[in-house]
């Protein structure tokens, strides 16, 4: 496969070299960008990663590959394990991480995987770098680098997401570490607002955050969650997510983030889980595309949709519609949720479920990826793969 042979023999990604990292910069001098009227105010160097980060974008954006979320904070990963009736403790963690990035064959489907801090740095059951299986299966290591949600005085009982001190050192440290992309969640809410102040906030949250990924060779996926919650229709969600974006990209723009360098991960655009009117995965299919088109610039590599709550198989049948004609961007898959559900029911913290598990998860991975390609049929779905995952108020 093209992707996994640029992954594995490019300099950018070969292991030897991410040790040493720094040795990978290039010179930045032929990324001067000019204005040919006020010189001197427009005048804006690139990043010296550029053509580092355009490679990373490209290879996570290769055709029937997708993204998988796992990084769940230890809060979350607790509440996962409780569901199936285990302790939240970092052996448990480990346990269920190492089923999930050793899955053979899982990078046929999965070109990046984002990671919590502690699984960066951290082992599998039998002692291998959790990176460095990722990186022996042709996937991607990336991590998420935000720092949570938090209220935001002033407005409408919503939030906004801190992470931007110390954000420059950190994102060195985990490019030496081996990450080569981050993630930034911040989430709009439809019920609560959205205020203006909400919206900006998040926009310019992104905004410095991706320009700081990319300073520090990381593509940094760009995610303004337009939460599930509430009850209002699809058109709402649609007003809501033309408004976020347009914002997102004007403070992209005025960072001087680089477009070919980034990925996005938006929610897609249904009615709110409460809304009684229900959308077919065409037309869910209709909106997104319509507001992809309406806000996205073509030089952005890869749009890499969250699942946000929707059930495995809605979230698998959405991406495949949106994937039924050509479109100017690889339209793809970042699930957390949608990927994983089955298979940590299957596992449930036994030793001798971890294949059948693992089975679960290649099932979920090979279906995006037909999603991917617009070839999945939807047969021979599970019930458990049925279910809708939506949590009010949901934190990550
Ligand atoms: P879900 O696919 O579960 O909504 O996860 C979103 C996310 O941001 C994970 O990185």
Redesign the pocket.
């Known amino acids: 496969m093209a992707s996994a042979s640029l992954l594995k023999s490019s300099p950018v990604l070969d292991k030897s070299e991410w040790v040493k990292g720094q040795s990978l910069r290039q010179p930045s001098v032929s990324y001067v960008r000019c204005h040919p009227t006020s010189p001197s105010a427009l005048n804006v160097r690139a990043s010296s990663y550029a053509d580092e980060l355009v490679k990373t974008a490209k290879s996570i954006a290769s055709p029937g590959r997708g993204i998988l979320?796992m990084?769940e904070s230890n809060a979350t990963c607790g509440k996962r394990l409780a569901s199936i009736g285990l302790e939240n403790t970092e052996a448990n963690r480990q346990a269920y991480r190492t089923l999930l990035v050793s899955a053979p064959g899982l990078g046929q489907y999965i070109s990046g995987a984002?990671l919590f801090e502690e699984t960066l740095y951290q082992s599998t059951v039998d002692g291998k770098k959790i990176v460095d299986v990722l990186v022996g299966q042709n996937i991607i290591p990336g991590i998420?680098v935000d720092k949570g949600l938090v209220p935001l005085a002033g407005s409408n009982d919503e939030s906004w997401c801190q992470g931007l001190d110390g954000l420059a050192s950190r994102s060195a440290a985990y490019y030496q570490q081996g990450a080569r992309f981050a993630?930034w969640?911040t989430v709009v809410s439809i019920p609560n607002g959205p205020s203006a102040l909400a919206v900006k906030e998040a926009a310019w949250g992104l905004a410095r955050y991706a320009a700081i990924s990319q300073d520090n060779g990381l593509v940094p996926i760009v995610?303004p969650?337009i939460l599930l919650d509430g009850d209002h229709g699809i058109e709402r969600t649609f007003e809501v997510a033309q408004k976020v974006w347009a914002e997102v990209f004007f403070y992209l723009a005025e960072n001087n983030v680089f477009f070919e360098g980034i990925l996005l991960?938006p929610s897609m655009v249904t009615p709110g889980a409460e809304c009684k009117d229900r959308a077919t995965p065409a037309q869910v299919a209709d909106y997104t595309l319509k507001l992809l088109h309406r806000r996205i610039p073509p030089a952005v590599p890869g749009i890499m949709f969250?699942?946000?709550?929707q059930s495995e198989v809605e979230?698998t049948l959405n991406l495949n519609a949106m994937n039924q004609g050509p479109n100017p961007w690889h339209v793809s898959f970042?699930?957390?949720?949608?990927l994983q559900n089955t298979c940590l029911k299957k596992w449930g913290g036994r030793p001798e479920n971890v294949k059948e598990a693992q089975e679960a998860l290649l099932l979920r991975a090979k279906n995006n990826s037909l999603a991917q390609l617009g070839k999945y049929t939807g047969d021979g779905e599970s019930e458990e793969a049925k279910k809708e995952?939506f949590v009010k108020g949901y934190v990550?």
């Open positions: 979320a990084d984002i998420k993630k969640r995610e969650e991960k969250l699942s946000g709550g979230a970042s699930y957390a949720r949608a995952l990550y």
